[in-house]
């Protein structure tokens, strides 16, 4: 169940190859992010789940079948889709722009409109939104209008392209916040493609980094790829060795330790006790990240508060 | 048999591409001419604009025919005159660029033109060396569109008499002649063609864009 | 009495508006044939340039053919067809729905073009099938330029229509010619002035047309 690429691979008729030889394995209801620099086939890879590419070698399966058996409008209205520029049909007001899907399966205006009221409640939007036109909201509200359209159709699967990279830092961790509580509640499976490294880490049960030309560079927990980088590139990716992401750790008085980002500003604190075998001794100054997080901290990304983040800067990619 | 009667004739198709010449000619030239100022004018006095601006468009909905017929009463000319035609011609092609022109030559970036001014370029300098090349991809388009419906329209006035290439159909027509309205019509799309590619080669030779452009704007 | 003052006079007559060959019926018969021409040339045009527009592919091809159309001169062409058809209709609707066809096709096309590609991506991730994005989505957006096809085209007609008589057909092109070969100058002066009051009246209608469309949400931005 769920997502399988199963050694897929897409070459375009000019000879480019955007995704070579790729394969993942997303278990149901669990969220696996495509992390890369533009060009690196993330795009193209998520694509290929509903159809709107298809793969030149291999086959992606959702639940099992072959979606190359499927027929594409039909697939993509199970499936539900999320973009960078919401993509929100100017014309048509907010409420009808979320019933899209229901309405092409079928529903009567009445009943889809209902939906749609519905879901925008759970992307949390003021249901007086709805009667407004798109061109009328602000760019973090379209694109949770964005949300909500693709959850209308309640798809077990949400794919998501860099879909909070067009709005402000503060703003994007809010809706990172929301995403995380609607697949935990809807019980979503997701595909999540972005370049930006903390909302890889911050999203992700898996992920998935790739270089240039669709090859996976590694693949793992948030946990693992900071742990172990399996190379040089992922490691400059992740901003591991470059200081970026190295924390460091002071000894406080009443015993523990005070947990600070590169920039000296104070994180957490890490209780005495909290430590595991191998890390007590003390780490002065700038050890490298997956020495300096205790366990009991449950690694970057997870147990922090949005707020205590500091805004997004590393992006390599961008 | 149609070549025979080509043949036979070429000394009359010849004539008449000459008199259709001589009436669009002058006509792509006075609207090229023209057209600038009167968009700069425009531009420069903004309450002329929407005026100058709608005027011109209005004057775009006036089919040809019938103005060809009205100017006559307003020039003081006769129907059959070809002076009629060619401020016909040339009130059409203005209808087409005036607007083109004045929008592009407002497009030129603010700070191109301030970057310009501080560089000591006076307001005229800076008209030749920064607005008009920086216009000019505007202007050509416009200029070949008028180019092509110019040397079109002109073979309406012959319903008129008005000699040119025109006559090969009114001509033919009543006289039952094929191959005069074939010729005619031959003739005036290779004509509006080689003016189309003439253009085109004159901007590719005058705009290199590189040079004209940024160029001189830094 | 001078000409222009004699025509005018002709205007306010009411015997000249009346009867089969008055300007009333001659205004009816040139619209008639307007709009017949436009409507065909629409049925040939939109389908090819929505479907240009759509596919996005042979927008070459068609700007290219476009081209060679629009330098063909449409008095040319009107008197070779008439030459083969004989006098009457066929050959004034032959050529004017060839003169209508280009700005309709261009119109079409560049309007479903201009709407976003994200907007189009989005509707088809969404699951619409190719047929429902073409008509829910592109085409309503694309109106405002394609709705500026359609005048382009009709003003070209409405001028060009008068040129149906010379082969035979009605129209304000009728009294148009009778004046010229009589040397009637008020007469030819007065359908002048008909014909371009038509197409300003015309122009008039679908520029209000067009900002009215332009006042639904999503089509301010249709360029």
Sequence with gaps: MG???????????????????????????????????????????????????DPTEGAVLVDGEDVAQAAPVGLRRRIGYVMQSAGLLPHRR?????????????????????????????????????????????????Q??????????????????????????????????????????LEKTVVFVTHDVEEALTLGDQVVVLREGGEVAQTGTPRELVEEPADAFVARFLGIGTGERSLSAHRRATGGWAIEDPNG?????????????????????????????????????????????????????? | MSVDWILENRAHLLT??????????????????????????????????????????????????????????????GV??????????????????VRSVADALDSVPAEVRLAATAQGHSAWGRFWTVDLPLAGPALLAGLRVVSVSTISLVTVSAVLGVQSLGSLFTDGFQRGIIPSIVSGVVITAALALAADLFLMALGRALMPWQRTGRGSAS | MNQPAAAL??????????????????????????????????????????????????????????????????????????????????????????LAVPSVLAGAYSGVESVDENVVDAARAQGMSRWQVLVTVQIPLGLPLILGGIRLASLQVVGTAILAAYVGAGGLGAPLFLGLRTYDY??????????????????????????????????????
Aim: hydrophobic share 50%; glycine share 10%.
């Design chain 2, 80 to 97: 059959r005159d070809a002076v009629n035609v060619v401020v016909a011609l040339v009130l059409f092609g203005m209808a087409l660029m």
């Design chain 3, 186 to 223: 008020p007469l030819l002066l007065a359908a002048s002035a008909v014909v371009i009051v038509l197409a300003l009246v015309l122009d008039l209608a679908f520029g209000t047309a067009q900002r009215l469309l332009r006042r639904l949400p999503g089509l301010r931005g249709g360029t």
């Design chain 1, 144 to 185: 949770r209008v964005g949300v909500a359209r693709a959850l209308a159709g309640d798809p077990h699967i949400l794919l998501m392209d860099e879909p909070f990279g067009a709005v402000d830092p503060l703003v994007r961790r809010e809706l990172q916040t929301e995403i995380m509580r609607i697949r935990t509640e």
């Design chain 1, 265 to 318: 500003r104070p994180l957490g604190v890490v209780e005495a006790g909290a430590l595991s075998s191998g890390a007590t001794s003390a780490p002065g100054t700038v050890p490298p990240a997956h020495e300096a997080a205790p366990p009991g901290s449950n690694q970057l990304g997870h147990g922090r508060s949005p707020g205590q983040r500091r805004p997004s800067g590393d992006e390599p990619g961008a």
């Design chain 3, 9 to 98: 006079h002709l205007l306010l007559d009411p015997a000249t508006w009346s009867g089969p060959a008055g300007l009333g019926a001659r205004v009816l018969e040139h619209l008639q044939y307007s709009l017949l021409a436009v409507l065909l040339a629409a049925c040939v045009a939109l389908p090819i340039g929505f479907a240009v527009g759509h596919f996005r592919r042979g927008r070459n091809l068609v700007v290219a053919a476009s081209g060679t159309v629009r330098a063909l001169p449409t008095l040319g062409l009107l008197t070779l067809v008439a030459l083969f058809t004989g006098l009457g209709l066929l050959a004034p609707m032959v050529a004017l729905v060839v």
């Design chain 2, 16 to 77: 008449l591409t000459v008199s259709h010449l001589g009436l669009s000619l002058p006509a792509i030239a006075a609207v090229l001419v023209l057209s600038v100022p009167v968009a700069v004018l425009a531009n420069r006095l903004r309450p002329l604009r929407g005026v100058i601006v709608s005027g011109t468009g209005l004057l775009y909905a006036v089919p040809s025919l019938p103005l060809f017929i009205v100017l006559p009463v307003l020039l003081g000319t």
């Design chain 1, 3 to 53: 997502i399988e690429f199963r050694n897929v691979g897409k070459t375009y008729p000019d000879g480019t190859t955007a995704v070579r030889d790729f394969s993942l394995d997303v278990p149901s209801r669990s969220t696996a992010v495509l992390l890369g620099s533009s060009g690196c086939g993330k795009t193209t890879l998520l694509r290929m789940v509903n159809r709107m590419v």
């Design chain 1, 94 to 142: 907010v409420i009808d722009n979320v019933a899209t899907v229901p309405r092409l399966n079928g529903a009567d205006r009445r009943e889809a409109r209902s939906r749609a009221q519905e879901m925008l409640e759970i992307v949390g939007l003021d249901a007086s939104l709805g009667r407004r036109y798109p061109d009328q909201l602000s760019g973090g509200q379209q």
